[in-house]
Structure formats: C-alpha cells, structure tokens
C-alpha cells in the first residue's frame, strides 16, 4: 500500500476563530484527515502549529530538515506539508533547493479556516494525499497542490490574499481533481544544495523595494545593521532610480552581497536600460536573480551565504535563473 507522511506546520488549514483574536492556527494536523483517500497509508505528526506570518529562518529551516528526514525514510512514497499561504513560498522553496531524494514533497494549505462551513482545506489535503501517492509525481521535487493545481515551488508565489487559488507564476506540473492526477510537465530541476545549518538561522538577508522617490541610503543603513546580503525588488526588468548604483557600490565594497531582483511578478531581470538601471546596477555588482522573485531568491542567497558560499559562487547559482528562455519544465502534452 503506498505510504505518505503529513507533516503538520499549522496556516488557516489549521485555525480556528478564537474570541476577539482572528482566526489562530491551533488544530493538530491528525484532527484535518477526514477526506484523505483511504487507499492510501497516511501517518502524520506535528513539526509546529502557527501562522506562516510568524516563521522565521529558524522555523523554516526545521521544517526542511523534518521533510528530509521523513524524505530519506524507505517506507515513504511522498510528503505533504500543511503550512500557511502567506509564506508557503518561502518554506516549499528551502526544500526544493535541498531535496535530493525522489519522493514528492506536496506543499498545501487553505484560503478559508477549519471551521469555516466552506473551509477549503479538506479538498487540498485531499489532493496532496493523492499528488504524493502518484508514482508519476516522483522525483517533481517540492510542489505546491492548491485548488487542484500543482505548480513547481520555484518561481510560484501567493499572488491573491483572499482567492481559492492564491499561488501563480512557478511551472503547471499537473492537475488533480476527485482523485485523479492529470501530468501536465515535469520540472526541471536544479542542482541539489546542502542542507541548512544553525547557521541560517541568522544569516541576514534583507530585501530593498524600489519605488520612485525610495532612499538609496536604505541600503547604508543595512549595511550599518550588519547584513550580509541585499536583494533589490527593482522596478521592471531590474532597475532602480539615483543614487542606487553608488550605494550598490558601497554595499558591495563593504562585503555585502547584492541581488538585483524585481517587483513585477511575472519574468525575469534583464539589464537593459543605463542612467542608474539594470545595466549599470550590474555593472555595480549586482547579481541578476533571473525569474526568481525577490523572496525566493532571499532564500537562496541565505542558504548559499549560511554556507560560506562566496562569489562568484553566489553568482552562479543565480545563473541557474538567469533567462527566461530556459525552460522551468519539460510539457508532457504540449497540447494542455
Ligand atoms: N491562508 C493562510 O494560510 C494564511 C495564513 N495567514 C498563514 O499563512 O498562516
């Protein structure tokens, strides 16, 4: 009989309305497996229960080392991991990077809390039972499964604060829906990174919007505050207005490292315009972050940074996002 491990993290599949306090994610995930196939073994635990709005570095970090560790147990056909939307990215992003084992890890959630009458959390662990037990799903890496779409964890972002299906952007692998999988593209998938240490846990990243009339001198004062890297989420394709291109400058002569990423959701930098762009802010040393929207890609610079990882290293491994004519998946059938 397949075999899949529910890890529980809490998010609104796990909240309840608590009197004058908004909803708290309080249920236990073995009190959410009521729709779950039961053709499939399914065993469950706990790793925490909170609102994804409050994980930091540290929690996340504990959530990938639970999924790899459930991951490299034999008996296991996939994971699924019940977390909340708000950062869902972020945590199903860190396992994708450090997965190395073929068994699916199925991110999902709920838009609308466990006691609520039309709670849409039963359905989408329902599905995700069903993507993790599929043999087809194997080797997928870290998805996310919600309102009966699975999308690669790279590139896909909550895109909607409210809607049944809140996640775009990262590759269409599948669909699922009444217990049947429909393959659409397998990702393509990147090297395998070593797992987080204690050390990411305070590996600071922080991430510098730009918008017009924003302070460059932002930047001076994180490198003040002792970060170790900046993601810029510039306008566009990856530009910024004055001022950005010296303060990338002293950023990187005070040894920090600066990604330039970008505020549009949708495709990646490009440095194409000068007068303080994308051009020249590379030239500065900012290292394009491709398709990879500036959330995500903190998560990368944290891990590669936590490593010791140095550029021109930290470079290369932005590289691997750097073009959107590099296909994010191969189509199983061209014609969906
Ligand atoms: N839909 C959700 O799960 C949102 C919730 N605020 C969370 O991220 O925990």
Not at 123 to 144: E, K, M, S
Not at 200 to 210: A, G, K, L, N, S
Not at 274 to 287: F, S, Y
Request: one cysteine or more; aromatic letters at 4%; proline letters at 7%.
């Amino acid at each position: 009989m397949t075999t899949v491990k529910i890890l529980g993290t809490g998010g609104t599949i796990a909240s309840r309305a608590v009197d004058g306090h908004g909803a708290v994610a309080s249920e236990p995930v073995e009190n959410l497996l009521d729709g779950v196939d039961p053709e499939v073994t399914v065993r469950s635990r706990d790793v925490m229960t909170t609102g994804s709005y409050r994980l930091t570095l540290r929690d996340i970090r504990l959530i990938a080392e639970s999924v790899l560790d459930e991951a490299a147990r034999p008996e296991h056909d996939g994971i699924v991991v019940t977390h909340g939307t708000d950062t869902m990215e972020e945590t199903a992003f860190l396992v994708d990077l450090v997965l190395a084992e073929r068994v699916p890890v199925v991110f999902t959630g709920a838009q609308r809390s466990a006691d609520a009458t039309d709670t849409d959390g039963p359905r989408n662990l329902a599905d995700a039972v069903h993507t993790a037990a599929d043999p087809r799903t194997q080797n997928w890496g870290a998805v996310i499964c919600f309102d009966g779409e699975i999308r690669a964890a790279t590139q896909t972002a909550k895109m909607h604060t409210l809607a049944s299906a809140p996640f775009a952007g990262g590759a269409l692998l599948g669909r699922v829906h009444s217990g049947r999988l429909s393959p659409v593209a397998d990702p393509v998938r990147r090297a395998t990174l070593g797992r987080p240490s204690a050390e990411f846990d305070t590996t600071r990243v922080d991430i510098v919007p730009i918008y017009p009339g924003s302070d460059p001198e932002l930047l001076d004062l994180l490198v003040e505050r002792s970060t170790q890297g900046i993601v810029l989420a510039g306008t566009g394709s990856g530009n910024a207005g004055a001022g950005y291109v010296e303060a990338v400058q002293r950023a990187r002569a005070a040894g920090v490292v600066v990604a330039l990423s970008t505020r549009v959701p949708y495709g990646p930098v490009v440095p194409i315009y000068g007068n303080g762009g994308g051009v020249d802010l590379v030239a500065a040393g900012a290292i394009p972050t491709g398709a990879l929207h500036p959330f995500q890609a903190r998560m990368l610079m944290a891990l590669l940074l936590s490593h010791g990882v140095r550029e021109p290293d930290v470079a290369a491994a932005f590289a691997a996002d750097a073009t959107d004519l590099k296909p994010s998946c191969t189509p199983q059938h061209p014609s969906e």
